[in-house]
């Protein structure tokens, strides 16, 4: 609203000296103090608090540096970028290198034409512009192209909406559903916080549903039915089913027919789906595979006005781990021409997402093909990587299922493990007394004694009363022994001064 509309509140208010309210955590939005992400939270604040005790006194902890398996952040740990994406982002980024001789023997044949390619495709040829709010068109039609690919169904690239990543992406679409307290998303429990930190921003309410740990993190369809129901008596209006496949922090692959069910209950109940898909590149095991939302839903016959479905996609994650660079988009299928006007209006208010990241949209959604120059080398890259991801996946999984009390689902995708510790009482004793949860208690036990660091189950929420920790499968190959052996002493130590 706009101040000269407003009428003046009261015979004071004309000139008096009252002042603005001070800034204290009390005066901020109430949103804002309600949300909260563990991914980043108490226990990584305390580790960077580590690194540099580590850093300004070597020895002053049992351990030389801090092992952080709190985040998805593969190139933090070492992994290597992709060279082909490199090297048509440099050559994007620095066209006056495109035409000199050099270049043609430090950069792939088939680099320096897709740069070529995609430079025609921005206007002004400046990836230093602004772009049009939905992302470049040109790319936009590559990312379809690679959708079509991947399913087998037409992709419209007005559909499409390039953001700085999925994370974007999401809060865009809290804010056009979320009206008030009363609106409900359903969401997985366990979480990526980023869901509860939005819907909780947004001012909405987070409707669980629990995986089932015993059916490996399986999503039943009457537990769905259960909480809808459950809401609905509380007022709720549930709006939205958020579905992350392969799961954070769980790990689980769904199996196409309980896609099929998921499509069905969302389609009768008129909710929206939300679909995470930003791991689709990650699954590690033979038996499962990827299957998009999009394709199940168009392969059930069901159209643009039969669901209305929002797929997201990051460079973030796959082989590619590309986070720092900010790029995803979300694919909006299924609502109104008046409605996909107001998602216009909130992508424009930012003006465009950044370039880059749109760049490497692009390319991860239509990599090198069998023939191009750079397909060998590119492919060799992907494998290795996902080859070894598969092996630390399951090394983690196997030593933390040795653990006395752990119990561990194997890590079917993403790049997490998601283990259940049974707590002796002594330890939750200790940590009420320590007035903290007792996953965290145990996890800041492990990082003081260790230096690893995880994130306690409940930053993602539990089944009450059962505690569990992520750690993801990033650090080096070579390290995860270290850390294999390191968690095992502590977890032996840790477990003989609270057993009963
Ligand atoms: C399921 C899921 N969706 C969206 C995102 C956001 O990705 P963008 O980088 O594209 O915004 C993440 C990031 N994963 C976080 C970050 O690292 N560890 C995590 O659990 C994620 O795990």
Same mark, same amino acid.
């Given at each position: 609203?706009?101040?000269?509309?407003?009428?003046?509140?009261?015979?004071?208010?004309?000139?008096?000296?009252?002042?603005?309210?001070?800034?204290?955590?009390?005066?901020?939005?109430?949103?804002?103090?309600?949300?909260?992400?563990?991914?980043?939270?108490?226990?990584?604040?305390? +580790?960077?608090?580590?690194?540099?005790?580590?850093?300004?006194?070597?020895?002053?902890?049992?351990?030389?540096?801090?092992?952080?398996?709190?985040?998805?952040?593969?190139?933090?740990? +070492?992994?290597?970028?992709?060279?082909?994406?490199?090297?048509?982002?440099?050559?994007?980024?620095?066209?006056?290198?495109?035409?000199?001789?050099?270049?043609?023997?430090?950069?792939?044949?088939?680099?320096?034409?897709?740069?070529?390619?995609?430079?025609?495709?921005?206007?002004?040829?400046?990836?230093?512009?602004?772009?049009?709010?939905?992302?470049?068109?040109?790319?936009?039609?590559?990312?379809?192209?690679?959708?079509?690919?991947?399913?087998?169904?037409?992709?419209?690239?007005?559909?499409?909406?390039?953001?700085?990543?999925?994370?974007?992406?999401?809060?865009?679409?809290?804010?056009?559903?979320?009206?008030?307290?009363?609106?409900?998303?359903?969401?997985?429990?366990?979480?990526?916080?980023?869901?509860?930190?939005?819907?909780?921003?947004?001012?909405?309410?987070?409707?669980?549903?629990?995986?089932?740990?015993?059916?490996?993190?399986?999503?039943?369809?009457?537990?769905?039915?259960?909480?809808?129901?459950?809401?609905?008596?509380?007022?709720?209006?549930?709006?939205?089913?958020?579905?992350?496949?392969?799961?954070?922090?769980?790990?689980?692959?769904?199996?196409?027919?309980?896609?099929?069910?998921?499509?069905?209950?969302?389609?009768?109940?008129?909710?929206?789906?939300?679909?995470?898909?930003?791991?689709?590149?990650?699954?590690?095991?033979?038996?499962?595979?990827?299957?998009?939302?999009?394709?199940?839903?168009?392969?059930?016959?069901?159209?643009?006005?039969?669901?209305?479905?929002?797929?997201?996609?990051?460079?973030?994650?796959?082989?590619?781990?590309?986070?720092?660079?900010?790029?995803?988009?979300?694919?909006?299928?299924?609502?109104?021409?008046?409605?996909?006007?107001?998602?216009?209006?909130?992508?424009?208010?930012?003006?465009?997402?950044?370039?880059?990241?749109?760049?490497?949209?692009?390319?991860?959604?239509?990599?090198?093909?069998?023939?191009?120059?750079?397909?060998?080398?590119?492919?060799?890259?992907?494998?290795?990587?996902?080859?070894?991801?598969?092996?630390?996946?399951?090394?983690?999984?196997?030593?933390?299922?040795?653990?006395?009390?752990?119990?561990?689902?194997?890590?079917?995708? +993403?790049?997490?493990?998601?283990?259940?510790?049974?707590?002796?009482?002594?330890?939750?004793?200790?940590?009420?007394?320590?007035?903290?949860?007792?996953?965290?208690?145990?996890?800041?036990?492990?990082?003081?004694?260790?230096?690893?660091?995880?994130?306690?189950?409940?930053?993602?929420?539990?089944?009450?009363?059962?505690?569990?920790?992520?750690?993801?499968?990033?650090?080096?190959?070579?390290?995860?022994?270290?850390?294999?052996?390191?968690?095992?002493?502590?977890?032996?130590?840790?477990?003989?001064?609270?057993?009963?």
């Amino acid at each position: 609203r706009f101040l000269s509309t407003l009428q003046p509140s009261s015979p004071d208010s004309m000139g008096s000296d009252y002042s603005s309210t001070p800034v204290t955590r009390d005066t901020l939005n109430p949103k804002v103090l309600n949300c909260e992400y563990a991914v980043r939270g108490e226990i990584v604040t305390l +580790a960077q608090k580590l690194q540099e005790e580590i850093k300004e006194n070597p020895g002053s902890h049992p351990f030389d540096e801090i092992l952080y398996c709190n985040i998805g952040n593969p190139q933090s740990l +070492a992994q290597q970028p992709i060279t082909f994406f490199r090297e048509v982002l440099a050559l994007c980024d620095h066209p006056a290198i495109l035409d000199k001789s050099e270049t043609q023997g430090l950069f792939s044949a088939d680099a320096i034409e897709r740069a070529f390619q995609i430079l025609d495709q921005i206007p002004g040829r400046a990836t230093g512009a602004y772009s049009h709010s939905q992302g470049i068109k040109g790319l936009r039609d590559t990312i379809a192209s690679g959708i079509e690919a991947r399913d087998g169904y037409p992709v419209d690239p007005n559909d499409l909406f390039l953001t700085d990543g999925a994370s974007p992406a999401v809060h865009m679409m809290m804010q056009l559903l979320i009206r008030s307290e009363n609106d409900g998303i359903l969401c997985p429990i366990p979480q990526y916080p980023l869901y509860s930190a939005s819907i909780a921003l947004h001012g909405g309410t987070l409707v669980p549903y629990y995986l089932d740990e015993q059916t490996g993190w399986g999503l039943e369809i009457s537990e769905l039915e259960q909480q809808l129901k459950t809401a609905k008596s509380k007022g709720i209006d549930v709006r939205a089913l958020v579905v992350i496949n392969p799961g954070n922090p769980t790990g689980q692959v769904l199996g196409e027919a309980n896609q099929r069910e998921i499509v069905e209950f969302c389609k009768r109940e008129g909710l929206v789906l939300l679909a995470d898909e930003v791991y689709q590149e990650n699954v590690y095991v033979p038996d499962k595979k990827f299957h998009s939302f999009k394709k199940v839903s168009r392969s059930m016959g069901y159209g643009e006005k039969d669901i209305s479905l929002v797929s997201f996609q990051s460079v973030s994650k796959g082989f590619y781990g590309e986070c720092g660079k900010r790029g995803g988009y979300m694919e909006v299928t299924g609502f109104s021409p008046e409605v996909r006007e107001q998602i216009y209006k909130v992508a424009s208010v930012n003006l465009c997402s950044n370039i880059s990241g749109q760049i490497l949209a692009s390319l991860i959604m239509s990599p090198p093909k069998v023939g191009d120059e750079s397909y060998v080398s590119f492919s060799a890259e992907k494998e290795g990587i996902l080859s070894s991801l598969a092996r630390r996946a399951k090394t983690l999984e196997d030593a933390l299922n040795s653990l006395e009390g752990v119990t561990c689902n194997r890590a079917e995708g +993403a790049m997490y493990l998601f283990p259940r510790i049974n707590l002796p009482d002594k330890a939750i004793k200790a940590a009420e007394a320590a007035k903290t949860a007792p996953d965290a208690f145990y996890a800041k036990r492990l990082l003081n004694a260790t230096g690893i660091v995880v994130v306690p189950g409940s930053g993602f929420r539990q089944v009450p009363g059962t505690w569990h920790f992520r750690c993801t499968i990033l650090p080096q190959e070579e390290k995860i022994p270290a850390i294999v052996s390191r968690l095992t002493k502590f977890h032996e130590k840790f477990m003989s001064e609270f057993r009963g």
